[in-house]
Nanobody, 117 residues
Framework: QVQLVESGGGLVQPGGSLRLSCVAS????????MAWYRQAPGTEREFVAV???????VYADSAKGRFTISSDDAKNTVTVQTNSLNSEDSALYFC???????????WGQGTQVTVSS
């Protein structure tokens, strides 16, 4: 079992930035990749970015050039720095841990990002 707790969301003006964090606990040694997803009301959850245990990063087209995902193994934390935010980035942002072997996914409860003037 893995527990994930997100934080860092909030209300930000267009063009602003937020740093979202996800702290993992539990059976973290078998985590193979950590990712961020987001879901706006009335839409499906969509991929934002992922970082693998080997450090490889992949971004959604909407995130390229604006978001940066990173990990701190010592703190069991994955963060995503979000810059140049616009209203289309408003959503509930979720952290996901994918386990090795079984490829089981664990999800956090999400942190809300609202971009508005």
């Amino acid at each position: 079992q893995v527990q994930l707790v997100e934080s860092g969301g909030g209300l930000v003006q267009p063009g602003g930035s937020l740093r979202l964090s996800c702290v993992a606990s539990g059976s973290i040694a078998n985590i193979r990749a950590m990712a961020w997803y987001r879901q706006a009301p009335g839409t499906e959850r969509e991929f934002v970015a992922v970082i693998a245990r080997n450090g490889e990063r992949v971004y959604a087209d909407s995130a390229k050039g604006r978001f940066t995902i990173s990990s701190d193994d010592a703190k069991n934390t994955v963060t995503v720095q979000t810059n140049s935010l616009n209203s289309e980035d408003s959503a509930l942002y979720f952290c996901r841990a994918r386990m090795g072997g079984s490829k089981t996914d664990y999800w956090g409860q999400g942190t809300q990002v609202t971009v508005s003037s």
